[in-house]
C-alpha cells in the first residue's frame, strides 16, 4: 500500500523558511513526477511545484518563483520543498503528489501558516 507522509509544516513569521518533506513508501510503478500542491481557504487547490522524473526538470507557480525550490532525494523516495521568504499569501495546507504511470497519490497535507 502505497503512502506519502509529509512533515515540516508550522508556523513561521513573514519572511521565514520552513522545509517540508514528502516521504514515500510502498511500491509504485513507474514515478513519472512528484509534486507540491496548496490550498488556502475558500481557494481551489493549485499546483505550486513539480519536478519530472526523467530529466529532473522542475516548474513553479509564478507566485513562489525564486522563493521555492523543489527537490528530491532517489535514495530516500523522498521530495522536499524548501520555502523562502514566506509571505501570509503563502498560508494554506500543502499535499504532496506522486504522479504514477496508472494512479496518483496524495499524501493528508500539513499546515503552513505564516503570520506574525
Known amino acids: 500500500q502505497v503512502q506519502l507522509v509529509e512533515s515540516g509544516g508550522g508556523l513561521v513569521q513573514p519572511g521565514g523558511s520552513l522545509r517540508l518533506s514528502c516521504a514515500v513508501s510502498?511500491?509504485?510503478?513507474?514515478?513519472?513526477?512528484m509534486a507540491w500542491y496548496r490550498q488556502a481557504p475558500g481557494k481551489q487547490r493549485e499546483l505550486v511545484a513539480a519536478?519530472?522524473?526523467?530529466?529532473?526538470?522542475?516548474n513553479y507557480a509564478d507566485s513562489v518563483k525564486g522563493r521555492f525550490t523543489i527537490s528530491r532525494d532517489n535514495a530516500k523516495n523522498t521530495v522536499y520543498l524548501q520555502m523562502n521568504s514566506l509571505k501570509p499569501e503563502d498560508t494554506a495546507v500543502y499535499y504532496c503528489?506522486?504522479?504514477?504511470?496508472?494512479?496518483?497519490?496524495w499524501g493528508q497535507g500539513t499546515q503552513v501558516t505564516v503570520s506574525s
Open positions: 519536478i519530472i522524473t526523467s530529466g529532473g526538470s522542475t
Open positions: 503528489k506522486v504522479a504514477g504511470a496508472f494512479a496518483n497519490y
Open positions: 510502498g511500491s509504485i510503478f513507474s514515478i513519472n513526477a
